[in-house]
């Protein structure tokens, strides 16, 4: 288990792997390493709930675990699943053994030896992405993305999870990951609806508001090839946007793709054309350009 | 200390409608456990750590850090209110122990006091026990000698005046009580009475001194029956004195006990301090920003105050404000609503097997199931439609259903039309999607003509069948609002029929009261044999209806 991610450590590390945290995110990212606590992660779209997972398992070195949920989704899809056809394949592969084996056995016999075989033991077990997090072998980032967007019943399958660290299988027993390899979790929501009391409890909770227009800039300074008048005055831009009241307000990767697709473009090309990068709907980009947002960039 | 305040601040967030569990609490102070670098008296840690443990919406992030501050503010204003009393309490003390103090001075003084007098009774009482007042005999003697004593006259006026007082009195023994004199008195008078015997002696006039002789015997017992006078007089006196002291220490008594209800009043306001602190409810609700108790009643939905007065208004009354209120009110428990509506709007089914696929798929290997099949889960993507009067009569009901209706779009993932009508059918979808919830109400009303013209149900439900049928589909929930007054006109129940046949449910609002259902130009009850009726004549009753249908 990796510890002693002290909450400045956190801080300087995120910002090496190209994440601009603010101190309540430091906090609550080492809450899940040092804590052991799954951080519930909620903010509108494209503040950048994802991309802490994506850093933090940066970071950390480790490989990151990502679970989308949607609708309809069930509980064998993400906890575990027993290999059917294998199952399956295994008898058939092994009845001829099994009925030289049994020839001339009484019933209470046959039964005797018929249970040696363990149908349900870990050979058939199929690893779904939270029980392959528990295993064991090997500590992951565990992100569990758009939680809301499921229903109800998928949050309660989760708390076992959250809370031990552990699954119960009622073939098999409980699996339980090792203390040093429990994985840090991460939640997120958009708050498209209400989730459970229960889930919210077992979570650490970190809301990240909109990005201010200084936050931006650093962001966007980041990239390799950007100049600094250029992030500036996307970020300018950005905000003036943002206080549009557009149907999509675009995000900050959406911002990212721009500015690298307005550096491809010749030098005397229109910007407005640009925009396809950035707005998805018709309605806002007129609105976009009739605002005038983009005189920021000429 | 520190500690402390924070366990208080933590019930303090929960009377303020936080849930905080004692498991949250122990991972916040098991965080800063194991953040050495971090202390408890930072306060920027230590609302980021709580932002992080505590809170579980965004509204909460955003109040906490006000409510920490009023926090601060009340339990200084506390730790301020208990040394004050306790302040106080002291001095009270000390004045009860002055009081003491002067009650003992006084009432040594009082005893001193006392005992000089007892011991000059005692001492007198000794000395005239045995002598008693002036006796019949001396009495008789007065009278008897009456005129001769008349004879006798002193050089001072006083004097005389005791003769006469004592021959006065021959009659009714009273003598010396009511005469202003006393033993020194009566022993210059003894003087006198010598020295005029003595004169007459000298002057060899003997007539008298018989009498003044018995005279001189009768003052010297007045003179001891004055001493006695003088005892009872001590009496008096140890009697007012004790009187005296009495009363001052019942004043004193009254004092104390006054301080010690004092003392009392503060010791039991010291002591519910005491005990609110230890249960933790150290500063008062008066200040709450959204109550969870109310919700977790087994309501769904966060009612401030002055909500309820207008959740039973009827629509007509309601004014401007109101209805800004009712949105505010909308928009804050959107979620709870679109929680609560998905339950109902999306499918339920589970994950099933497809038996029948799943045996057919078992003959291509031979017999053995290899490939299970579930059965597909139907999709489920319901349209609203919804068609409104938006005439004078129902004008008031359409907007707030209106309101509604927008806060919710995003709930129908097959979309969301929405219809006027006065006599007309006008599609005001687009205005809906275009524009802010606030102008959307008032730019549909104004899009449609309302002045001079009357609801008309039919050309509605004409338009809407023969032109927008398509709109209309399986997953289709028709929603009409109006009241069913059709002034007379064609019913258009034929299209109805065919609207409910294909949509996959439909209801009917009435703003109309239910008693009145069909009477009058109402044709209700025609339209409510193909579209469900409810009557809607209220928020309350509108919610109520968005929640359960």
Known sequence: ?298 | MIIDSLLHFTTFLQDNGYSISENKIQQFFSFFANQKELSYTSESDVLCVMEMMFCSTPKEVDSLRTLFHIFIKKYKELVKEKEDFKSQTEKIKQKETELDQKLQKISDKNDAKLQKLKENKERLKSSVQNISALSNKDWNFLKKNKDMLKKISFQEDSMNQLMKELLNHTEDHLAAVSINCDTNFIEDMKKALTKEAEKRVMNGDFSLLQQMNALMGILKRLSKNLEKISVNKIEQDIESQNNWFWRQKETIEKQKNAQKNEMQRIQDELSRIMKEEQQGRVVCKDYSVFHRREFTNGKNAVYSDNVLDYMTKEFENLTKSDQIEIERYLRKNLTKFRTKMNRRIQSTSRHEIDIQTTIQNACKTGGLPMQICYKEKKKNRPNLVMILDVSGSCKAASSMMLTFMYTLQELFPGGCHAYAFVNSLYDISDIMKASKIEDAIDNVLNAIPRRGVYSNYYAPLETLWKEKHNVITSDSIVFFMGDARNNENKSGIEFLKNIARRAESCFWLNTDRLEKWGTGDSIAYLYSEYAKMYEVRNIAELAGFIENF
């Open chain 1, 1 to 298: 288990m990796i510890k002693n991610y002290s909450t400045d450590k956190i801080y300087k590390e995120l910002q090496k792997v190209g994440y601009f945290p603010t101190k309540q995110i430091s906090f609550a990212v080492s809450a899940a390493i040092n804590n052991g606590m799954p951080v519930l992660v909620e903010g509108e779209p494209g503040a950048g709930k994802t991309f802490l997972a994506k850093s933090t398992a940066a970071m950390l070195g480790l490989p990151l675990l990502r679970v989308q949920f949607y609708e309809g989704l069930t509980a064998d899809k993400i906890l575990y699943d027993y290999d059917y056809q294998k199952q399956l394949l295994t008898i058939e592969s092994i009845k001829t053994a099994l009925e030289n084996n049994l020839l001339g056995k009484s019933i209470n016999e046959a039964i005797e030896l018929a249970k040696d075989i363990d149908f349900y033991g870990k050979d058939f077990l199929i690893r779904r992405p939270i029980l392959e997090a528990l295993s064991g072998e090997q500590q992951y980032v565990l992100l569990l993305d758009e939680v809301d967007k499921s229903s109800e019943e998928i949050e309660y399958t989760l708390l076992e999870t959250l809370d031990e660290f552990s699954i119960t299988i009622p073939q098999l027993g409980t699996i339980t990951c090792p203390k040093d390899k429990r994985p840090i979790v991460f939640l997120t929501s958009n708050n498209y609806r209400e989730l459970s009391d229960a889930l919210k409890r077992r979570c650490a909770y970190l809301y990240i508001p909109k990005k201010t227009e200084s936050e931006m800039f650093e962001i966007l300074k980041q990239e390799a090839s950007a100049s600094e008048t250029l992030a500036k005055g996307i970020a300018a831009c950005m905000n003036k946007i943002n206080h549009l009241n557009l149907k999509q307000n675009p995000s900050i990767a959406e911002a990212k793709n721009w500015m690298s697709y307005i550096l491809s473009m010749e030098e005397d090309a229109d910007i407005d054309l640009s925009l396809c990068m950035l707005v998805k709907n018709e309605d806002d980009r007129d609105k976009i350009i009739i605002s005038g947002a983009l005189d920021e960039l000429r």
